[in-house]
């Protein structure tokens, strides 16, 4: 049997060996980091994982105001017309210019089920590191961040007509 001091010394070493690993895989450069080239099946496992738990960790304890109120819907569309069709796409889009360098690609918001409210009002407000997604929180206040989520919840049943006679009615 090992001592409790013995074992405690082979958990450090081992610990400090990983470290040190990890040190130079990030030194090397090994890795390409590089948009246009895909993660590896483990390392996109382990980032949407992380991405997963982590929003929906702190987005359980948000309150959402009512998002049917059309007045909010319509600014939603406003603001997704100015700041999010490019990458996320509209009903009717199937690609754009800038989507088409993103890694990973954005979801397409005029075909995803947006109905978790707190989630997106979270990753709109606070964005996702290294994707692209920027942290609107920084330049929108919680008001229009919750236009736009009322607006994401409606678009997928949105024709291509509806969505622009909407996104221009306000911007127009």
């Known amino acids: ?95 754009s210019e800038i989507r088409a360098g993103l890694y990973p690609h954005p979801p397409n918001l005029a075909q995803k089920d947006t109905r978790d409210a707190q989630r997106a009002f979270w990753t709109v407000k606070h964005g996702i590191k290294m994707s692209a997604m920027p942290a609107w929180g920084k330049t929108l206040d919680d008001a229009a961040i919750w236009d736009l989520v009322a607006f994401l919840r409606q678009m997928p049943s949105m024709t291509p007509e509806t969505y622009q006679q909407l996104s221009k009615r306000r911007s127009g």
Do not use: W
Request: aromatic share 4%; proline share 4%; charged share 15%.
């Open 1 to 95: 049997m090992l001592s409790i001091a013995r074992a405690s010394l082979v958990i450090a070493a081992t610990i400090a060996a990983l470290a040190i690993c990890g040190v130079g895989f990030v030194c090397s450069g090994f890795y390409n980091i590089g948009a246009d080239d895909h993660h590896t099946k483990i390392v996109l496992a382990i980032i949407e994982q992380l991405r997963e738990r982590s929003i929906a960790v702190r987005a359980r304890a948000i309150d959402p105001p009512n998002l049917e109120d059309p007045t909010r819907i319509g600014a939603g569309a406003e603001h997704y017309a100015a700041l999010c069709v490019g990458c996320h796409l509209a009903p009717g889009m199937t690609k």
